[in-house]
Antibody, heavy 116, light 106 residues
Framework: QVQVVESGGGVVQPGGSLRLSCAAS????????MHWVRQAPGKGLEWVAF????????EYAESVKGRCTISRDNSKKMVFLEVNNLETEDTAVYYC?????????WGQGTLVTVSS | DIQMTQSPSTLSASIGDRVTITCRAS??????LAWYQQKPGKAPKLLIH???SLESGVPSRFSGSGSGTEFTLTISSLQPDDFATYYC?????????FGQGTKVEL
């Protein structure tokens, strides 16, 4: 089955860190770039980060630049997003998305809540 | 960064209506424009890519048009399953940005 499944969300205190994971299956993972997109409660969609299939290109939204690191392990068919110095504004559902090059395959999302 | 602006923000419509949503880019994105549908609690679903190409499996009542800075998503005859929020998104350069969304309601 072609899918991506996110994990790693939870409740984190402001200033804390979190590492989100995304497991891909059913497609040739190493041939595709991957993105993270987030959605704050009741708000719109915000693109967060991108990693090229060979990891040689990474891009970040200005809102997370310097606090976020995207990485991947092609041997395990996984992509990761590490977010540091979390702020309340980072509270959102984080989606892992296949680059096709548009967003044709989304996961179900993992909720990150930043709260004291 | 390229800003994407959708109008209207909310649209009230009835079954069978023809519905049009507009998306404007702050600078040209050529035809690097996609449309998504999102229902509450669900991930977005790709409807249209490259401005007017219908994604496989998407009903033909959905269509997209435009290029440069002006784009439209049209639903030719609104069905009960179409009540949702719709987003445009450009993929011309980074950062890829979304419009703020258009909620289609009864």
């Amino acid at each position: 089955q072609v899918q991506v499944v996110e994990s790693g969300g939870g409740v984190v205190q402001p200033g804390g860190s979190l590492r989100l994971s995304c497991a891909a299956s059913g497609f040739s993972f190493s041939n595709y770039g991957m993105h993270w997109v987030r959605q704050a409660p009741g708000k719109g969609l915000e693109w967060v980060a991108f990693i090229r299939k060979d990891e040689n290109k990474k891009e970040y939204a200005e809102s997370v630049k310097g606090r976020c690191t995207i990485s991947r392990d092609n041997s395990k068919k996984m992509v990761f997003l590490e977010v540091n110095n979390l702020e309340t504004e980072d509270t959102a559902v984080y989606y892992c998305v296949k680059d096709d090059p548009v967003f044709s395959l989304w996961g179900q999302g993992t909720l990150v809540t930043v709260s004291s | 960064d390229i800003q994407m602006t959708q109008s209207p923000s909310t649209l009230s419509a009835s079954i069978g209506d023809r519905v049009t949503i507009t998306c404007r880019a702050s600078q040209t994105v050529f035809r690097y424009l996609a449309w998504y549908q999102q229902k509450p609690g669900k991930a977005p679903k790709l409807l249209i890519h490259t401005a007017s190409s219908l994604e496989s499996g998407v009903p033909s009542r959905f269509s997209g048009s435009g290029s440069g800075t002006e784009f439209t998503l049209t639903i030719s005859s609104l069905q009960p399953d179409d009540f949702a929020t719709y987003y445009c998104q450009h993929f011309y350069n980074f950062p890829w940005t979304f419009g703020q969304g258009t909620k289609v309601e009864l």
